[in-house]
């Protein structure tokens, strides 16, 4: 069945540091990717997308790159600053209705940004 | 505003209680879903509905009973069945079912 796999966390980086939370997934099909973020005691926001292979996901600065040939979708910010300190999830969507319509999470990655 | 709310943010159940968590969303989404996160844990989902009057179990749906009776609500009872409650609950919505999901805050559900 899909799955996804993240980098385990924690992650304590400096502010200004590059920013990288590995991602990759095991999918049937042409499945959606995401990235969501959790800041401390909140839902979850979306953060970024890719719908089909080689599309680039954008948003605040982050970005993930829908690499089908390594089926991975790694998170990158060149420059962290401490209010990205959260909790990142990856997420799949397959690509066909019924139950693979829904999401598949990976467990989450808690980033520590430190001034 | 659109969105998805929840409430309440903080709810407390008694030993053998069935307790509902409440979910509207005014974004005319037709599909609804509620996910249960545990510390260190992934979302895993619940129940879904594609549409009003319909929903389906998710992974994880013994001792949750859900309802769709309105397409902006979608009430999620956690009953006494339900051994280990205690979890953060998150309810989301998209435009249509495999689309892209917006969570609402999350109801944190704690036992006494």
């Known amino acids: 069945g899909n799955s996804v796999t993240q980098m385990e966390g924690p992650v304590t980086l400096s502010e200004e540091a590059f920013l990288t939370i590995n991602c990759t997934y095991t999918a049937t099909g042409y499945p959606s990717l995401f990235w969501y973020v959790q800041y401390p005691g909140e839902g979850l926001q979306l953060l970024l997308k890719a719908t089909k292979a080689d599309d680039k996901g954008s948003n605040k600065g982050f970005e993930a790159t829908y690499r089908k040939e390594t089926t991975s979708f790694h998170l990158e910010k060149g420059s962290v600053q401490v209010s990205d300190s959260a909790v990142y999830f990856c997420?799949?969507?397959?690509?066909?209705?019924?139950?693979?319509?829904?999401?598949?999470f990976g467990k989450g990655t808690k980033l520590s940004v430190k001034p | 505003d659109g969105g998805i709310t929840q409430s309440p943010k903080y709810l407390f159940r008694k030993e053998g209680q069935n307790v509902t968590l409440s979910c509207e969303q005014n974004?005319?989404?037709?599909?609804m879903y509620w996910y249960r996160q545990d510390p260190g844990q992934g979302l895993r989902l619940i129940y879904y509905?594609?549409?009003?009057?319909?929903?389906q179990k998710g992974d994880i749906a013994e001792g949750y009973s859900v309802s769709r009776e309105k397409k902006e609500s979608f009430p999620l009872t956690v009953t006494s069945a339900q051994k280990n409650p205690t979890a953060f609950y998150l309810c989301?919505?998209?435009?249509?079912?495999?689309?892209?999901?917006?969570f609402g805050p999350g109801t944190r559900l704690l036992v006494l």
């Open positions: 989301a919505s998209s435009l249509g079912w495999g689309e892209t999901q917006y």
């Open positions: 974004l005319n989404h037709d599909a």
């Open positions: 509905s594609q549409i009003v009057n319909d929903f």
């Open positions: 997420a799949l969507s397959g690509q066909y209705g019924g139950s693979q319509g829904n999401l598949i």
